[in-house]
């Protein structure tokens, strides 16, 4: 029932059209066209005015024909940089991006899904619940969309996220919660070939700290990394300050915080040693979220790949996605692939093929959910 001509057509329209992070209006514009002249009610929150958008997140119902248990669908509209121009290329059966920017395909595969299903439910008359959409603003800079979003507005208790990389059949059900650190080291400034030792090295003291932290892979569930460090004013001066940024990221919380823990007392007790001064903020960016792999939803995603003839595959991620925030208010969520491969790089492509298929298996999600 899909028609693979207008998958192809909407996904390559899509991708032309600039939405990096904050700036989705032009793309929610479109989109908010598109599902009104399906049929669903539609809603732009005002999300984007907390978060610096110019537009806010579509909120979306297409009201059902069954009194059955609704579902909700959720992708995100922005795109990382450099997601301005983008020229996409179609080759074997495989959309590419030219090389000079990425291919957006995160995440206009899974919306592009998601329309084309609402498409052929319109035409064919298909008999369904309530469908719910959400496309949310801002999910790569932080899951800003999906945090300002009012969760009273949805009724359903079960999502599927279409936002994860990888083979078609992928259901991603634990993932992290993530602490961002923020740390100031000051030392004191002094000519460092005149009179070095009048000064604290702000780097020094950096540096013994970083030199005795526990980073990178910390066990199975928990990571952490030092992603940049910014300070120095002139070789020949003593390095007054340093300002570094931190990341965290664990599936189980208890060991998040002894990790976070760790970092923040290493950085304290170098600033101590040279007899400098810090100031450290910790952020929780947002929680962790498990899913049991025998739960009612996982067992439905893993149905209608079945019927298909996909096999899935269960597994976690590091990464934080919308599905964290779904989870943490009250809707339980899974996020699946869209078949993506190497997003955020400049290397990024998905299949036709897989675009198709994602979008077949809407349909059958929906018509499981009878």
Avoid at 106 to 130: C, F, M, Q, R, S
Avoid at 155 to 167: I, N, P, T
Avoid at 273 to 292: E, P, Q
Wanted: hydrophobic share 35%; proline share 2%; aromatic share 4%.
């Amino acid at each position: 029932m899909i028609n693979k001509d207008r998958i192809v057509e909407r996904f390559l329209e899509y991708v032309k059209i600039n939405s990096e992070s904050y700036n989705e209006g032009t793309f929610a514009e479109r989109l908010v066209k598109e599902l009104e002249g399906l049929g669903l009610q539609v809603e732009v929150d005002k999300a984007g005015e907390k978060v610096g958008s110019n537009t806010g997140n579509i909120i979306a119902r297409l009201d059902g024909n069954l009194d059955i248990e609704p579902v909700l669908f959720s992708c995100h509209m922005d795109t990382v940089t450099p997601g301005k121009n983008i020229s996409p290329i179609i080759k074997d059966g495989v959309i590419y991006s030219d090389g000079t920017t990425i291919l957006g395909g995160d995440d206009k595969g899974g919306i592009t899904a998601i329309i084309e299903a609402l498409n052929v439910i319109k035409e064919n008359n298909l008999e369904h619940g309530n469908i719910e959409i959400v496309f949310t603003i801002a999910e790569e800079v932080g899951l800003c969309g999906s945090k300002n979003l009012d969760y009273s507005k949805f009724q359903a208790k079960k999502a599927f996220v279409l936002d994860s990389g990888g083979d078609i059949g992928t259901i991603v059900i634990k993932g992290p919660a993530q602490d961002k650190i923020m740390v100031k080291i000051k030392g004191k400034p002094a000519h460092a070939g005149v009179c070095p030792e009048e000064g604290i090295s702000a780097i020094e003291i950096a540096s013994d700290a970083i030199s005795n932290m526990n980073l990178l892979r910390i066990d199975e569930n928990t990571t952490a990394n030092i992603g940049t460090i910014k300070g120095g004013v002139a070789t020949n001066v003593v390095c007054p300050e340093v300002l570094i940024e931190a990341e965290a990221r664990s599936t189980v919380e208890e060991s998040l915080d002894k990790q976070t823990k760790h970092m923040v007392h290493t950085f304290r007790k170098s600033v101590e040693k040279f007899n400098g001064d810090v100031d450290i903020s910790v952020n929780r960016l947002y929680g962790a979220f498990s899913v049991d792999e025998n739960d009612e939803i996982v067992k439905l995603a893993k149905k209608a790949f079945e019927k298909l003839q996909i096999d899935s595959k269960i597994t976690s991620t590091g990464g934080g996605s919308d599905t964290n925030i779904l989870n943490g208010n009250g809707i339980k969520a899974v996020n699946l692939s869209c078949g993506e491969r190497k997003p955020h790089t400049l290397e990024e492509s998905i299949k036709i093929e897989d675009l198709c298929i994602l979008s077949n298996f809407i349909l059958e999600l929906i018509g499981i959910l009878k």
